[in-house]
């Protein structure tokens, strides 16, 4: 299948690798001319052949929407739009009626994976009609990991990201626990080696998961997680999913919490939040700080998973 694909950073670099590697047809256009096959969007669509794809990965917010308007102007009736970044699900619903006024598909498609997802696959939450999620299936399969399970028609437009942002907020919740957990056990002179005691925990417990597989992994590569200052962003699907609770009244305790500990790490340095800055780090490649100056935020990393 024939595919254009407009931002080949991290995330969007590696997607166009395996898509090229599953024998996929890729033209990748980014603003780094160094990492772009063409010079423009226009020449990206001229590139395509009609119904076109072009997948969106981008970060969410403005860019997003640039981007979108300038395809709605491009693409013509038949083609689709899909927007795999990390988009507010109520702007997927913004952006589908706009470009449904040219005749022109959209899908929004959450992705997770991180720097991982190249060689893995890509666990994908994606929204939007029947008919257009058809048209890129291939991709779909292609970018999804291998087995039973890693992809989800979640339902209509804004259901992929809205899963995305609950996946992600959830995320939030354990992290906080395993970093907890970390402070705690390097807190108190019995325990003798806190990496081998994460490291157990790997086989029989009801606790053991990938996360826990890329704690033990930052802490062999820094024992103690010295090197990393306490302070770590959030990418905004933290935040949403909280205000998404309060809209529904839904309770969200342990999110919130983990989602307050992350505004806390930006005023003072902590073990717990070098746990967090280091795990990000092993599944999603995000900077890490030797260290930081005192309050502030930096804002949000747009592509973050």
């Known amino acids: 299948m024939q595919i254009g694909m407009i931002g080949l950073g991290k995330m969007g670099g590696n997607m166009v690798e395996r898509l090229r590697a599953a024998g996929h047809d890729v ?11 063409v010079g423009s969007l226009d020449e990206l669509v001229e590139r395509l052949e009609a119904p076109r794809t072009v997948w969106v990965m981008v970060p969410a917010g403005g860019p997003t929407h640039d981007t979108v308007t300038a395809l709605k102007d491009l693409l013509a009736d038949g083609d689709l739009v899909v927007d795999g970044g990390n988009s507010r699900w109520t702007d997927d619903q913004a952006h589908a009626a ?68 609950v996946h992600n907020g959830i995320e939030y919740a354990m992290m906080q626990a395993y970093a907890e957990g970390f402070e705690l056990l390097e807190k108190v002179d019995v325990v003798d080696d806190v990496t081998e005691v994460f490291r157990s925990w790997r086989g029989g417990t009801v606790v053991r998961s990938w996360l826990l597989d890329l704690m033990v992994a930052a802490l062999d590569d820094d ?83």
């Open 98 to 165: 706009d470009l449904a006024e040219r005749g022109i598909r959209f899908v929004d498609c959450g992705v997770s994976g991180g720097v991982w997802g190249r060689e893995n696959g890509y666990a994908l939450m994606y929204g939007g009609e029947a008919e257009a999620i058809a048209q890129v299936q291939p991709v779909l399969d292609a970018l999804r990991p291998e087995g039973e399970f890693g992809s989800v028609h979640a339902g209509a437009v804004g259901a992929g990201h809205f899963s995305k942002m």
């Open 223 to 305: 024992p103690g997680l010295s090197s990393i200052a306490g302070y770590a962003d959030d990418s905004g699907e933290g935040r949403w999913t909280v205000e998404a609770g309060i809209e529904n009244a839904v309770p969200t305790p342990a999110i919130t919490a983990a989602l307050y500990a992350r505004f806390v790490s930006r005023q003072e340095d902590s073990p717990a939040m070098r746990a967090i800055a280091a795990m990000r780090n092993q599944f999603g490649g995000h900077a890490v700080k030797g260290s930081v100056d005192p309050g502030g935020d930096t804002g949000p990393e747009p592509d973050a998973p």
């Open 27 to 37: 033209v990748g256009y980014d603003r780094d001319p160094s990492l772009s096959d």
